[in-house]
Structure formats: structure tokens, C-alpha cells
């Protein structure tokens, strides 16, 4: 049987562990801006980075894992959803610099 | 029977019982709700910022050095661990250890403020103003400013909030659960910086 102790140990281990591969996620972003690839390509990295670092804040320093998994859900779709329709005017910021073919 | 519980048959059990149905306190619910709500303030900033970005040819990159919005970085993440620790020792019912965290984050808070002004009046002093700078379109400094002054807000607004509720806390007229409400507050600031830094700052470094 563990011990109150030993449970706090272990969370506080925890998240140790999380802060540490928020740091090493934040570093991977700082070395994917000095990479030689396309504005695109990086854009798309930092975001899949970021997006991890996000989940891990989420899940574990704002205990969102540790809430009952109706709120998660309930919570975690209405924000993704309005997210998600914040995208649809980018084919018209494609249009300002190239002038179509999206928005003819 | 009151009336009350009269005209409450027939409905859900969590609202009779008065469970609520996340099985969260009130205050927490409420910060959830701001976390969410605040969440698309910054993603419509972010994402009307990327839509210029993307749509305007001479959009400067300005920032020759990474180092200092990597310790502005580090500082808040930091912080976001200390705040951690300040909600567990109070949920252990540590006072004095989670009043000493709490003022540790707040401490963390300051110095990021600090350093985002200091980056502020040097990029001013290079001639970067809301709608002018030397190295292209002038729509660069209206949304630096914009997204990173928000952020910036929402900072000194933590600060002042985990000054306060750290006191009343330690005063006695505060609990844990203020303390982890407003350590939750706290980390959302942290996580929209990791989404501010690669776009605002990495995506505009001078190569």
C-alpha cells in the first residue's frame, strides 16, 4: 500500500517530468526556426510542437486529466469546434499575395 | 416537501442534488469557462495576425537574437512549475510553503513583465512604432504589439491576481481552492505564450 507521501512524491515526480519535456519541446521549437526549410514547412512544425506542449499543460499542470471525462469532452469539442471555424478565411489571405484561384 | 423541491421533480439528478454536474466547485467551473472563452480571444488574435502574415509580401523579420524570448520562456515555465508547487503544499495543507511558491510565481511573473517591456523599448528605439518600422509594412507593429500587450496583460493581471489571492490565502480568507484557481489561470497564460513564441517571435527571426 503506498503511503500519502509516497503519492505525493510520485505526482510531484510528475510533474517534474512534464516541465522537462516542456523545456525540451520549447528548445525543439528554437532549433526548427534556425533549420533551413520553407516558411510552410516550419510553420507546420512549430505548430505540431506547440500543440503537444499545449496538450501536456492541459492535461497535466491544469489537471484536466484528472477531471471527470465529461468535462474534458464537453469542453475540449465546443473549443476545438470555434477553433476550428477561426480558419476559414485563410484561402482569402492566400488571394491578397497571389491573386486566386480560391476566391474567383 | 418545500415548493422548491416540488417544482424541481422530474428533472436531472444533478440539478435537484445539488451536485454539480462536472463535480467542480463554482469558482473553478467560472475559470474554466474564462480559459475557454479567452482561448478563442487569442486564437482570433493569433489567427488574424497569420492571415496578414500570410497575406502581405515585405513582412519584416526584426529579431536578430533568440535569447532573450527563450529566458522569458524558460521563466514562465518555470513559474507554471512553482504555481504547481504552491497548490500542493496547500492542498497538504502547507500555509506557509504555498504562500512562499505563490510568491515565488508571482516573482517569475515580474521578471517576464520586465523583460517583454525591456524588448519593447528597444525595438521602439529602433524606430518600431503601432504602424511604422524601418523594415517593412507597418501592420508588423500593430500586431506585435496587439498580441504580445494582450499577453502582457493577462501577465501583469496574474501577477497582481497571485499577490492577492496569495495574501487573503495566507491571511486565512483564502483556500486551496482559490489558490488553485487562480494556478490554473496562471497556466494558461503560460500556454498561449507557447503558441505566441514560434509564431510572433521564431517565425520573424532574422536569418
Known amino acids: 500500500m503506498s ?9 510531484m515526480g510528475r510533474d517534474l517530468v512534464v516541465y522537462l519535456c516542456l523545456l525540451a519541446l520549447a528548445a525543439i521549437q528554437f532549433v526548427i526556426a534556425y533549420q533551413n526549410i520553407s516558411g510552410t514547412q516550419m510553420f507546420v512544425r512549430m505548430l505540431i510542437v506547440a500543440l503537444v506542449e ?13 477531471e471527470k471525462p ?19 478565411g485563410w484561402t482569402d489571405s492566400f488571394r491578397l499575395v497571389n491573386g486566386a484561384p480560391w476566391a474567383r | 416537501m418545500s415548493q422548491a423541491d416540488l417544482t424541481m421533480v422530474g428533472h436531472a439528478p444533478g440539478l435537484t442534488t445539488g451536485i454539480p454536474p462536472y463535480s467542480m466547485t463554482a469558482k473553478k467551473m467560472a475559470i474554466w469557462l474564462f480559459i475557454i472563452a479567452d482561448t478563442a480571444t487569442f486564437a482570433g488574435c493569433l489567427v488574424a495576425y497569420g492571415f496578414i502574415r500570410n497575406g502581405t509580401v ?23 512549475l512553482t504555481m504547481l508547487l504552491a497548490v500542493r503544499a496547500a492542498k497538504a495543507g502547507d500555509k506557509g510553503t504555498a504562500f512562499l511558491w505563490t510568491m515565488i510565481t508571482a516573482v517569475g511573473g515580474l521578471i517576464f513583465a520586465l523583460l517583454h517591456i525591456r524588448e519593447w523599448l528597444a525595438l521602439i528605439d529602433e524606430g518600431m512604432t503601432m504602424f511604422h518600422n524601418p523594415w517593412g509594412t507597418g501592420l508588423f507593429g500593430a500586431s506585435f504589439f496587439s498580441i504580445t500587450g494582450l499577453h502582457l496583460l493577462h501577465v501583469t493581471g ?15 480568507r483564502y483556500n486551496a481552492d482559490d489558490l488553485e484557481v487562480t494556478g490554473l489561470y496562471w497556466h494558461f497564460v503560460d500556454l498561449v505564450w507557447m503558441f505566441v513564441v514560434p509564431f510572433v517571435y521564431l517565425l520573424n527571426l532574422t536569418h
Do not use: C
Request: charged residues 5%.
Open chain 1, 3 to 11: 503511503t500519502a507521501g509516497e503519492h505525493k512524491n510520485g505526482a
Open chain 1, 54 to 66: 499545449a496538450g501536456l499543460a492541459l492535461l497535466f499542470f491544469m489537471h484536466l486529466w484528472s
Open chain 1, 70 to 88: 465529461v468535462f474534458m469532452w464537453s469542453a475540449g469539442i465546443f473549443t476545438v469546434f470555434v477553433l476550428l471555424t477561426l480558419q476559414y
Open chain 2, 58 to 80: 515585405n513582412w519584416p523579420r526584426p529579431f536578430h537574437s533568440i535569447t532573450n524570448v527563450a529566458l522569458m520562456t524558460f521563466i514562465l515555465l518555470t513559474s507554471s
Open chain 2, 158 to 172: 496574474g501577477v497582481v491576481a497571485l499577490i492577492a489571492v496569495g495574501a487573503r490565502y495566507k491571511g486565512g
